[in-house]
C-alpha cells in the first residue's frame, strides 16, 4: 500500500506541470484541468475535465499525460474525463492569474461571475493596469476567452472569461 | 418501454438538436456579417458540437451495441432523427440567425436548467456543464435581437420577419410525448409544459426592449419527436454524412 502511494504522488507529479497546449505558462493543474490521480484495479487512473464542453485541447493533453507516463516506465494508465463537479475559473490559482496577466491575458474575476447578463463585468488592462476598457467581441481566439481593447494604451486584449 | 431504452431516445434526441443547431451554425464559418461574429457564431456552434459528443456517447453507451457518438452522428438516416424543426432552418438573412438563436437559447436556458435535477446523474452533469455555455449563447442573441430591432428601419423590419417567420416552430419545445412523461415518472426527463410561460415572458420581454412585437398566434409545426421533418434536413445530411456514406468505415 506504501508504495502505491508514493507512485500515486509521483504520477502526480509527472503530470501536474503538463502545460495547458493553448495558453503555455499555465499549467494543467493551475487551470484545474487535472482533477484526480487514483490507483484502480491495477491501473493508474488519471481523472481530468474539459474547460468548455468542446475544449479541443483534451485530447492532446490525455496523450501528453500518456507520452509522459510512458517514457517514465508508467504504462498501465487510464485517462478518464469527467463533467462533474463543473469546472469553473475559481480553481484557477492566484499565482496562475499572476502568471496569465504576465502572459498579456486579462485573469478571469473570481466567482460567481456566472449570472446572467453581468456585462457590467470590470476588466483591468493587462498591460497597462487601466481600468478603462471596452469589449470588443464576447467570443474570442479560444472558447474561454473573450475579446477587449485599452483605451488608455489602446492595445487589444484577452480576457479569460469567468465561468 | 423499460428506461434503459427510454433514456437512449431522449438522450439522442438532446444530442440530435445540439448537432444540427451546431451544424447549421458552422456552415457560417467564414460567412459571418463582420469578423466578431464570425467568431462568435462559430465558438456558439464549437459548445454545440462539444455538448453532441457528449450526449451521443452517453446514448451509445447506454444502447450497448459497442457504438461511438459518430456512429450515431453519421449512420442514421433523416427519420431518425429527432432534432427540433427549428434547429435545422436555414440561416437566411443575420436576423433569421438571430431570432432562431434567440428562441432556441431561451429555451434551452430554462430547460437544461431543470435537467441539471435529473437523477440520471450524466445527464445532469451534462446539463451543469452545458448551462454556462448557454447563458453565455443567449446574452448573445438577446444582444443582437436588441441591436437590429432598435437599429435602422432596414434591420427593424427584417428582425421582425424573422421572428414572425420561425414562430411556427417554437410550439414543439413544449410538446410531451409518452417518452418523455414514463422518463418525468422516473425523475429522470423535465416536464417542458410549465416552461412555456417562463419562456414567453423572456421572449415577450427582449421583443419589446428591441421595440419588436410579439408574433401572432399560428399553427405550430411539429413532428421531430417521430422522425418527420422539413426538407432541410435531408440536405443537411447529405453534405454533413458524405464523407461517412462515401467511404465507410475511413479512418485518419
Known amino acids: 500500500m506504501v508504495i502505491e502511494n508514493q507512485n500515486i504522488e509521483k504520477v502526480y507529479n509527472l503530470i501536474s506541470g503538463i502545460p495547458d497546449p493553448e495558453i503555455p505558462v499555465i499549467t494543467i493543474q493551475d487551470l484545474g484541468i487535472l482533477r484526480d490521480v487514483k490507483f484502480l484495479n491495477g491501473e493508474y487512473v488519471v481523472t481530468i475535465t474539459p474547460t468548455y464542453t468542446a475544449c479541443p485541447a483534451m485530447g492532446m493533453i490525455e496523450d501528453q499525460i500518456k507520452e509522459i507516463l510512458f517514457s517514465n516506465g508508467i504504462k498501465n494508465v487510464k485517462v478518464e474525463l469527467t463533467y462533474s463537479p463543473t469546472w469553473t475559473t475559481d480553481w484557477i490559482s492566484q499565482e496562475a492569474k499572476v502568471k496569465l496577466k504576465n502572459y498579456g491575458i486579462a485573469p478571469p474575476n473570481h466567482s460567481s461571475c456566472n449570472k446572467l447578463f453581468n456585462s457590467v463585468e470590470m476588466v483591468v488592462c493587462p498591460r497597462c493596469n487601466s481600468k478603462h476598457t471596452e469589449l470588443i467581441s464576447r467570443f474570442g481566439s479560444t472558447a474561454c476567452k473573450a475579446l477587449y481593447k485599452c483605451n488608455d494604451c489602446k492595445e487589444t486584449f484577452d480576457l479569460f472569461k469567468c465561468h | ?252
Open chain 2, 1 to 252: 418501454m423499460n428506461i434503459q431504452e427510454a433514456t437512449y431516445t431522449y438522450t439522442v434526441r438532446l444530442g440530435d438538436n445540439a448537432l444540427i443547431l451546431g451544424h447549421r451554425l458552422s456552415e457560417l464559418c467564414s460567412k459571418g456579417p463582420i469578423l466578431e461574429e464570425d467568431l462568435a457564431l462559430t465558438n456558439i456552434s464549437l459548445d454545440m458540437i462539444g455538448r453532441t459528443q457528449a450526449l451521443l456517447k452517453y446514448a451509445a453507451d447506454i444502447e450497448m451495441l459497442g457504438k461511438t457518438e459518430d456512429d450515431l452522428a453519421y449512420r442514421r438516416p433523416e427519420n431518425h432523427y429527432h432534432n427540433f424543426l427549428m434547429t435545422e432552418q436555414p440561416n437566411g438573412d443575420f436576423a433569421h440567425t438571430i431570432a432562431r438563436q434567440l428562441y432556441i437559447s431561451v429555451f434551452e436556458f430554462l430547460f437544461y436548467s431543470e435537467l441539471e435535477k435529473s437523477k440520471d446523474a450524466t445527464l445532469a452533469a451534462i446539463a451543469s456543464k452545458t448551462i454556462k455555455e448557454i447563458k453565455y449563447h443567449m446574452q448573445h442573441a438577446v444582444d443582437w435581437t436588441l441591436r437590429l430591432g432598435d437599429g435602422t428601419p432596414e434591420s427593424h423590419k427584417r428582425m421582425q420577419k424573422a421572428v414572425n417567420d420561425l414562430w411556427m416552430y417554437t410550439g414543439e419545445f413544449f410538446e410531451m410525448d409518452n417518452l418523455d412523461t414514463f422518463l418525468l415518472h422516473q425523475h429522470i426527463s423535465v416536464d417542458v409544459v410549465p416552461l412555456k410561460a417562463e419562456w414567453n415572458k423572456y421572449i415577450k420581454t427582449a421583443l419589446n426592449d428591441a421595440t419588436l412585437n410579439m408574433p401572432e398566434d399560428t399553427f405550430m409545426q411539429t413532428g421531430s419527436k417521430k422522425g418527420i421533418h422539413t426538407e432541410n434536413l435531408g440536405h443537411i445530411l447529405s453534405e454533413m454524412q458524405y464523407l461517412q456514406r462515401a467511404y465507410p468505415d475511413a479512418k485518419w
